[in-house]
């Protein structure tokens, strides 16, 4: 502004308008991933940090092709979950093979030679390496009945018709392992997604109550927590199987083994729930959905919970493997799923002997699936806790 | 400070009682009592029971009493020391216990420690070189640890020991020792069994501590004092161990509060698989045939033992964390 | 005339002889010579009764063998420490390796009418203090134990009563005691010999101190406080206790004595230096000095004992240990040895015939439907499957090593027969089946029998797989619930399983002198028909009455064998029970003869090759005498 004038009137002032076409980028030009990134919702931005966790991302791929199987175990399986072998018990797992004499014949397994030795009681087994049996594929083998309700013996890959593929061999009753394990796979992913539920709910529930309203409620809570937490699990466990009455079909055993599960790790959850809610409860949008009367539900579900969303999955996906693990625990304490119902568990229960670890080693087998399927669980819970805040 | 402590203790006291309540009904929970149980089982033996003596033995054991009165008896008995009776054993409780509660504890003090030497370097190394190579194996062989479930590691890893070590199989040490008095032999046969054990509890719980410590020292790692002590060209090594490594020290102390009852309950199952002669096959054991009072007194010492270890680690963490000890209620 | 005399003559002189020379030749037991230089001890012969129970090893079939050694072995709970009684089999009267009953801490017996018991005691035989076993230790337990109001509520134990009446006891002397009953008593003898025996004999001059007729009053209550029990009645039962030898303090007769106070995870068992046995060389038995017996659980035993932790192991090796077993054999120093298991069937299903439900009720008690059951099981395959092959397939009958064996009663309804099968279940009306094959039932629900298992035992739960599958075939499907123990008996009792699944006979080898009484209804531990076994037991206070002509004359058949005097009379007896049993199929068999491993050390000698294992008779390894065991060179 020139010193030496005055300020002329308002009439004589000049309103200086530029007429060019305003550009909104001249002033500071943003590039289109930039752009991208400030107009982002929330899941995108946590969808963008999970991915960089690549771990992560395999892994919940494979879990979530592990649960998708589940709906089609009966088609993935070579043989049916009973079907028995007379002639092939404690069978050692068959080889695929690509080249025979030399030449490319396809994948298949040699014939085995059955041999009983009496001095020592052992069944020897050894490759006819003149017999071949090919692999088929999209073939009909054993009947089945889709989830007990459609019947079908379509297979995505079975036996040469008078042949065996034992891939991870055979138990004492020569039955299938491999078979046995995708079956499992159906009981022990499911339960424990079941279990993961419940303890959702008591956590949500428990640590909701305890942090909002604080105070003595918050105390009494905490107590009670205390109790739990301090309470040996194995006796807990002992004395809550017990009491489930036998009569139950195996349905209701089920559930209530799934029930007990949901026991276990609900604390933990809870805890969380309530320090996050502690410190969430003083902020201002709480304020104002009090002032204007919402009741002390909606606030919670409506308005805190979804705030740490995130987190509680995380946390959720971490309380899986405590399930597997604990499914497991059960079974050996012959408290959980039995025979006839197939789960990993059970499967490694009658893999826990002496026999087993010094004669027959595949049987340990199962053993393999719940461990990847609990590190894919911990990658998955990972990278989702690493995403859960993405304004970090 | 002090009353902070005093408040502490003096909250652990009704949650004690509240656990022993509540062990007390877990143990009446299940349809019928230890007689049953005795009765089932001279029946599998093909050996014939007499009503009679049975009706003299639930005098004799008081089973016949109510149950409220029965728990008072029971917890009037704790505090004179008097454990009850052990209808297995045949006699007071007090004398089953024997070497096992040293040995329990001695069991799961080894296993703290082993995890906090594993997961402490992991945990750094994993915080500081996050998302490398590095980082991802050793999770990975940490999850391992903890996915792999317990009763079939011992197992397997009790053969092996068998074979290559010749370390004899099941018991917490060599048969010859097992009345004699400690010794350093006895001392060495014991550790030379309990590695096993410990590897294998252990295991579980240092897969989650690592992680645990990897999120906490990266949530400090991101602080404004640690950009600026940097910025200022502290030596990396130092702006790590000076300032955020304290605060997760914090963690440590508070997490034993975590892991403590989990190791107690994991010692449980690996000590009915190995044979150990710690508290837990034969808690399991009483939880089976009902022995009332033994269950419930070997319940109360896990349940103590655990609340105890929470109470030193919250008293540790606010011996080091100021913030602890002023946290005030709810101001609504 | 001089001829015989002179003989007669030499027979006496060379008897003398030979006795005098037997009592002088007996050999100071190693271990002792230090304590008898000592005069701590007495000499052995004056340690043995005047009469010792001489054993001569080589017309055993045994070699004689030499003193010391300790023998490991494993065992699970406490309460296993009984199993020394069981194998010790230091017993009144005794089954031999040949099932002969004979004279084993009693030098002779008689018995008359087969109610009038006179047992003749070994003059200087003492327990294992020193102190002197003799009539008056009868004595006390009759009027002090038995009789006594508060030790025994119920009076005497059942075993010694006959149609509810105790016998008339008398003491003749010092080494004399007679029972009389009014009526025979044919299982008197049986119960003496067995692995857990009736006692009838106690350590009077030890447990008097703990009765409140001999001990002052003052001083016994002071002890019942410091046992901590309740009155003296508990303290005298605690410290009474031979079967479950707990209290080191307790002498005994077995031959070996404990001397660990319990709580411990090991007991050792100590040499008993007043034991009566002796082998023809005057070597007083048991070779073995000690036994260390080590707890633990019971699911690592195959384990420990396949790294040599046991000198001889039978107990908690299952059959399916022994490819195990047999690979670690030579590493670690000790063979595996196969001993037969002398039950009736290793795997036995039973009906309940006394099921509440009356549908199933009436089903089970058609012996169309347990035959086309049985009909129905393809025994040949489980065999193959489960035992290899091994063993013997059967009803749930006894052995071929029993006298009273028929191949009949072995092939009842037990070849599989499809067939067969079927068409006995067509003539009971079941004709219609559902969509998946199942047949209906009267009241049109499918056929399906829930059987209930302890849940303690795999081999159970795969025989039933097997089962199931071959069932499946008459259209039976089968449900196989696994329940825990007590509660798997309760709901026996009440009604509740329709089948359950167990092992079958007990005692697989019997001779006529052994009782039938699991051929019949006679206790409420029978898994098939709990309510008439209780109603039997009971003398008709509780239960039903058999409503099965079949079972009733069972009942009565068993009565008369217990009434008969003569072996003829009994062998018909038992074979017409065994008859009507396997012919009406009251539980159905599959296997017998099956196998039981059992690990010897390599130094460790007079363990047969081949054997019984048996608890009754046989006490497992009490028929074999492991008193007579004996280490090599080297023991451990």
């Known amino acids: 502004m020139n010193q030496e004038k005055t300020p002329p009137s308002e009439a004589e002032t000049e309103h200086f308008v530029s007429q060019a076409p305003f550009d909104l980028q001249s002033i500071e030009q943003l590039s289109e991933d930039q752009e991208k990134l400030y107009l982002a919702s929330q899941w995108t931005l946590m969808w963008w940090k999970f991915k960089r966790h690549r771990l992560a991302v395999v892994s919940g791929l494979f879990l979530i092709a592990l649960y998708l199987s589940v709906l089609i175990s009966e088609f993935l399986a070579p043989y049916n979950l009973h079907s028995r072998h007379v002639d092939h018990i404690y069978a050692p797992p ?101 279990g993961v539920t419940v303890t959702f709910l008591l956590g949500i529930t428990f640590g909701g109550i305890a942090g909002y309203y604080g105070g003595v409620v918050d105390l009494i809570i905490q107590r009670i927590i205390e109790v739990i937490q301090s309470l040996p699990t194995i006796p807990l466990w002992l004395v ?153 | 400070m002090l009353h902070y402590i005093f408040k502490r203790i003096l909250i652990m006291i009704p949650t004690l009682l509240l656990i022993s309540m509540l062990v007390f009904l877990l143990i009446e929970l299940p349809p019928g009592d230890y007689l049953e149980s005795y009765i089932a089982e001279l029946q599998m033996q093909g050996e014939t029971v007499d009503p009679q003596h049975i009706e003299f033995l639930r005098k004799e054991y008081g089973l016949d009493k109510p149950v409220l009165e029965r728990y008072v008896l029971w917890i009037y008995g704790m505090t004179h020391g008097d454990f009850g009776y052990s209808f297995e054993y045949q006699m007071p409780v007090s004398r089953v216990v024997g070497d096992r509660m040293f040995l329990t504890t001695l069991l799961s003090v080894s296993t703290i420690i082993f995890t906090w030497l594993v997961a402490f370097p992991i945990g750094i190394y994993s915080a500081t070189h996050q998302y490398s190579w590095g980082d991802y194996g050793l999770t990975f062989i940490g999850l391992i640890g903890l996915a792999t479930p317990n009763f079939l590691l011992a197992l397997v890893l009790l053969y092996l020991a068998n074979i290559w070590f010749g370390t004899s199989i099941g018991g917490i040490m060599d048969p010859e020792f097992l009345n004699q008095p400690m010794s350093w032999a006895k001392l060495k046969s014991i550790l030379s069994h309990l590695w096993i054990p410990v590897i294998v509890i252990g295991t579980s719980g240092t897969a989650g501590m690592i992680r645990r410590l990897r999120a906490n020292l990266l949530d400090e790692l991101q602080k404004q004092y640690v950009i600026t002590a940097r910025a200022k060209g502290l030596h990396p090594f130092r702006s790590l161990m000076k300032y955020p490594l304290r605060m997760s020290l914090n963690f440590f102390i508070a997490d034993i509060g975590n892991i403590f009852p989990n190791i107690i309950s994991g010692s449980v199952l690996v000590a009915i698989v190995l044979s150990l002669e710690t508290t837990g096959p034969v808690l399991v054991a009483a939880l089976q045939s009902q022995d009332m009072y033994l269950a419930g007194s070997f319940m109360m010492f896990l349940a103590t033992l655990s609340v105890v270890g929470v109470l030193v680690s919250d008293i540790a963490l606010a011996i080091l964390d100021p913030r602890i000890r002023l946290q005030g209620g709810s101001t609504k | 005339m001089r001829t015989w005399l002179k003989i007669a003559l030499c027979l006496f002189a060379s008897l003398m002889f030979a006795h005098s020379g037997l009592a002088s030749n007996f050999k100071e037991t190693p271990e002792f010579a230090e304590l008898v230089a000592a005069g701590k001890l007495p000499p052995v012969a004056e340690r043995l009764p005047g009469e010792p129970r001489v054993l001569n090893l080589p017309e055993l079939g045994l070699k004689p063998g030499r003193h010391g050694g300790a023998m490991r072995l494993l065992m699970g709970k406490q309460k296993d420490i009984r199993m020394m009684t069981v194998y010790g089999y230091g017993r009144l009267v005794g089954y031999d390796r040949n099932l002969n009953l004979v004279p084993d801490i009693v030098k002779s017996y008689d018995v008359e009418e087969g109610r009038i018991f006179t047992f003749h005691l070994r003059k200087g035989h003492k327990w294992s203090d020193g102190h ?76 008097k101190q703990f009765h409140a007729s001999y ?190 064996f028929r191949p009949a009663y072995q092939n009842a309804w037990a070849k599989y027969d499809i067939s067969k099968a079927n068409k006995l279940l067509n003539d009971i009306g079941m004709t219609r089946r559902n969509a998946d094959g199942i047949r209906l039932m009267s009241t049109g629900e499918p056929l399906e029998v829930v059987v209930d298992t302890a849940g303690e035992s795999t081999e159970q739960t795969d025989v039933l797989e097997l089962i199931q599958d071959s069932w499946a075939k008459i259209g039976v499907k089968l449900i196989s619930r696994s329940s825990q123990r007590d509660i798997f008996r309760k709901r026996i009792f009440s009604g509740l399983t329709v089948m359950s699944v167990w092992t079958g006979l007990e005692n697989a080898i019997p001779s006529p002198q052994m009782s039938p009484m699991e051929l019949a209804p006679t206790s409420q531990q029978q898994l098939q028909w709990p309510m008439w076994g209780l109603y039997s037991d009971t003398n008709g206070r509780a239960g039903t009455p058999p409503s099965l002509e079949e079972a009733l004359e069972l009942q009565k058949l068993n009565t008369a064998w217990e009434r008969s005097t003569n072996d003829k009379e009994r062998t018909e007896i038992w074979h017409k029970m065994l008859s009507i049993y396997t012919d009406q199929v009251f539980s159905i068999g599959i296997v017998n003869g099956s196998l039981q491993p059992v690990v010897v050390s390599n130094t460790l000698n007079n363990v047969p090759e081949k054997g019984f294992y048996n608890w009754s008779p046989g006490a497992y390894f009490g028929m074999y005498m492991p008193d007579t065991f004996w280490f090599s060179k080297r023991a451990n």
């Not at chain 1, 001095?119 to 090919?134: C, D």
């Not at chain 1, 405590?322 to 990993?344: C, D, N, Q, V, Y």
């Not at chain 3, 105790?166 to 009014?182: A, C, H, K, Q, S």
């Not at chain 3, 209550?221 to 046992?227: F, I, L």
Request: charged share 20%.
């Open chain 1, 94 to 194: 068959q080889a695929i093979h690509l080249f025979h004499d030399g030449s490319f014949v396809g994948p298949f397994v040699y014939a085995t030679n059955f041999k009983l030795d009496m001095t020592n009681l052992s069944r020897v087994y050894t490759e006819n390496r003149t017999k071949i049996y090919p692999i088929r594929f999209l073939c009909r083998g054993d009947d089945y009945k889709l989830w007990g309700q459609f019947e079908s013996n379509l297979h995505l890959f079975c036996p040469a018709p008078n042949g065996t593929l034992f891939l991870l061999g055979t138990d004492r009753l020569g039955r299938d392992v491999l078979s046995r394990i995708i079956y499992g796979a159906r009981i022990s992913l499911t339960i424990s997604l079941l």
């Open chain 3, 215 to 404: 001990q002052d009053p003052e001083k016994l209550a002071e002890m019942v406080k410091a046992a901590a029990v309740r009155n003296w009645v508990s303290l005298h039962i605690r410290r009474g206790r031979q079967y479950r030898p707990e209290n080191p303090a307790l002498p005994t007769l077995q031959p070996w004595v404990n001397t660990t106070t319990p709580p411990s995870q090991q007991f050792i068992f100590r040499r008993n230096p007043y034991y009566h046995r002796v082998d023809e060389a005057g070597r007083q038995l048991p070779y073995i000095d000690e036994v260390v017996v080590g707890l633990g659980s019971s699911k690592m035993i195959p384990a420990k004992t396949g790294s040599g932790d046991a000198d001889l192991q039978a107990r908690y090796l299952r059959f399916d240990n022994y490819t195990f077993l047999k690979e670690s054999e030579k590493r670690k120093g000790f063979n595996v040895r196969l001993w037969r298991i002398a039950r009736g069937s290793q795997v036995a299903l039973f009906p309940n015939l006394n099921a509440k439900d009356p549908v199933w009720r009436k089903l089970l008690q058609d012996v169309r439907f347990r035959r086309a059951l049985s009909l129905a099981i393809d025994r040949h395959e489980i065999n193959q499957v489960v035992y290899y092959g091994l063993i013997r397939e059967s009803a749930n009958t006894v052995l071929p090593d029993s006298p009273l």
């Open chain 3, 132 to 207: 002197p076993f003799t009539s008056a230790d009868f004595e006390y337990y009759w009027k002090d134990v038995a009789n006594n109001y508060e030790l025994s509520r119920g009076g005497p134990p059942a075993r010694m009563l006959v149609d509810g009446k105790p016998p008339v006891f008398e003491v003749i002397d010092e080494t004399t005691v007679r029972y009389t009953w009014d009526k025979p008593n044919a299982n008197f003898l049986f119960a003496l010999s067995g692995g857990r025996p009736l006692y009838i004999y106690m350590p009077a001059h030890y447990l």
């Open chain 1, 240 to 392: 809550l199987a017990a009491i489930m009455p036998v009569t139950w079909s195996p349905l209701l055993v089920y559930f209530g083994i799934t029930i007990i599960l949901g026991l276990l790790d609900w604390t933990g959850l809870a805890r969380a729930v309530r320090s996050k809610l502690l410190s969430l409860r003083e902020e201002d949008y709480v304020l104002a959905a009090q002032l204007m009367g919402a009741t002390p539900r909606r606030i919670i579900g409506r308005h805190l919970i979804p705030g740490f969303m995130s987190h509680l999955i995380a946390s959720a996906t971490i309380s899986i493997p405590t399930m597997i693990l604990g499914e497991t625990a059960l079974s050996f304490l012959k408290l959980g799923l039995r025979p006839p119902i197939t789960s990993w568990g059970v499967l490694l229960v009658e893999a826990q002997n002496i026999n087993v670890v010094v004669l027959y080693p595949w049987l340990m087998l199962p053993v393999v699936p719940v461990i990847m399927v609990i590190i894919a669980f911990s990658f998955l819970g990972d990278g989702l806790r690493d995403a859960a805040d993405p304004y970090k």
